[in-house]
């Protein structure tokens, strides 16, 4: 097979940025199409199209944030109007994890067998559906059941953007592309979340009609963005790799062309023929079989980034959850509570700049090691030291900041680390297990802080991390490798 131009080539000729593959041939056509595609990503540089796709997939991941940190915003005013306890509270938490987590095998098993594109799609319907409910519940109950519903529309949101970014760009870029995901999710979801909410709850609290409305737009409100990303959706394109994994050639070609010349509407102009086919030969289609990704080396690397995952996602649900009732405890006002975690996820968006930084310069499990061991301190000085406003700021953005670093790295790695026909689904998998930790994990710490206080519950997220340090030696290093060839370097 032929090589693809040059990125300078392909620069100052868009319309014909490289040469046709020769045809797929042999015992293994699906295989050497997704191959083909990889190399011609590799010399397409980034242009206005990937930026377009990152921009309309970080909407996406940012809402979803926006939705998962509500229900901590409005945490201490549904305990005060509903008389609920912090266990109580956390259940709803817990509600909404456990429904993410259906969601997320629904979205990778759908990833894989129908698109990226319409697993987004699929996500963002079902979440405007429970979005509603929760703003018109008239009782705990109703409420835990549009949790329930959020909760599955949130499930593969951000493993489904993760891993159609993964498969859009060069390998170059890729893991900086797929860990800034975060900045607009974990990064400016987490510091917009709260700060909307203290708006929201707090001077604006007389307009909506008070505490015991309020809280309720807090909900409805975040409804209406999210119908302006479905429209966006309509314009993103199927991955390249996919297509061409299901034998849709024609259509694959067409991608690469568009993403090449750096659009994203298809003008009916000339397609180039970077993929050929046999004549008379029909492409095959890659079988999928989701239970690949738990079984031999597929096994191993899940097994690893489940730890992983567990251990940081556990801990950043208990804090996102917990941290305005623990400021509330400590005798701040619910306001001031919630405009001081806003202050603090400042520290989220630092994180996750610095994972993007990260992901394009340094070893995968060079940055998950460090990091965590520096959570793990960040954590024990927040708990023990946290004595003043000054002090709260200061250690919880630092915290925040190695959380997002963490979380922004792994949103970068899981994708990488599965073949094109699972990677959805492998990719789901992990994330599944940061919500399994995230539905009990915030259980367990609103009882330890109601029975021993918050630096018990900081002391427990410190040993999470310094686990999460140990699981990172045993996944395998994939900066600066293509898909392709950590796929098959291992016999994948």
């Known amino acids: 097979m032929h090589n693809a131009e040059s990125p300078n080539q392909l620069a100052s000729h ?18 050497d199409a997704v191959s083909v595609v990889g190399r011609v990503l590799d010399a397409i540089p980034f242009n206005n199209a990937h930026r377009l796709i990152l921009l309309m997939v970080l909407l996406g991941a940012f809402f979803d944030v926006m939705e998962e940190n ?13 008389n609920i306890s912090t266990p109580e509270l956390a259940f709803l938490q817990t509600v909404t994890i456990g429904a993410m987590i259906i ?19 699929f996500n963002l319907a079902i979440y405007c559906v429970g979005a509603l409910i929760c703003a018109l519940a008239p009782g705990y109950a109703v409420l835990a059941v549009g949790r329930f519903i959020v909760g599955i529309g949130l499930g593969g949101e951000i493993a489904a953007g993760m891993t159609m970014l993964s498969e859009l760009v060069s390998t170059k870029y890729r893991g900086a592309v797929v860990a800034s995901l975060n900045v607009g999710a974990g990064g400016f979801g987490n510091v917009v979340s709260f700060g909307f909410a203290a708006v929201v709850l707090g001077p604006l609290g007389n307009f909506f009609g008070g505490p015991d409305t309020s809280w309720r737009w807090m909900f409805g409100l975040l409804f209406l963005p999210a119908l302006l990303v479905l429209v966006y959706r309509r314009f993103l394109p199927e991955t390249p790799r996919y297509l061409a994994s299901r034998g849709r ?38 079988k999928v079989r ?42 701040y ?35 998950i090691t460090v990091g965590a061991a520096a959570a793990c301190l960040a954590a024990l000085a927040f708990g023990f030291l946290a004595k003043s406003p000054a002090l709260v700021l200061l250690l919880g953005a630092t915290f925040q900041f190695f959380v997002l670093l963490l979380n922004s790295t792994i949103f970068a790695w899981a994708p990488e680390l599965y073949p094109t026909r699972v990677r959805a ?15 009990f994990v915030p259980i367990g710490a609103g ?46």
């Not at 509500?70 to 509903?82: E, H, N, Q, T, Y």
């Not at 080396?297 to 940081?312: D, E, G, P, Y």
């Not at 006002?333 to 919630?338: E, F, G, N, P, Q």
């Not at 689904?425 to 539905?439: E, H, I, Y």
């Open 447 to 492: 009882l330890l802080f109601d029975r021993a206080g918050v630096v018990a519950v900081f002391v427990l997220i410190a040993a999470m991390y310094s686990v999460m340090a140990v699981a990172s030696r045993f996944a395998p290093e994939t900066h600066g490798r293509s898909l392709e060839e950590i796929s098959t370097s291992e016999g994948v």
């Open 103 to 121: 969601g997320k095998v629904i979205t990778g098993a759908l990833g894989d067998h129908k698109g990226r594109r319409f697993a987004l799609g």
């Open 70 to 82: 509500s229900l901590g915003a409005v945490g201490p005013a549904l305990k005060s109007v509903w």
């Open 333 to 367: 006002t619910i306001t001031k509570s919630l405009a001081f975690t806003m202050v603090m996820n400042v520290g989220s968006l630092l994180g996750a700049a610095a994972a993007t930084y990260a992901a394009l310069h340094l070893p995968r499990r060079f940055v």
């Open 14 to 31: 868009p319309a014909r940025p490289a040469r046709p593959a020769r045809p797929a041939t042999g015992d293994r056509p699906p295989a």
């Open 249 to 286: 050639i024609d259509e694959a070609n067409g991608v690469l062309t568009r993403l090449a010349a750096g659009r994203l509407k298809d003008k009916g102009g000339p397609v180039t023929p970077y993929i050929e086919t046999v004549v008379g030969t029909a492409p095959r289609v890659e």
């Open 425 to 439: 689904f492998g990719t789901a998998m992990v994330a599944v297990q940061g919500n399994v930790a995230g539905a």
């Open 290 to 331: 989701l239970s690949e990704v738990f079984h031999g080396v597929l096994l191993r690397r899940t097994s690893a980034l489940a730890v992983i995952s567990w251990m940081t996602f556990g801990a950043q649900v208990t804090v996102l959850v917990l941290m305005p009732t623990i400021l509330v405890e400590q005798g």
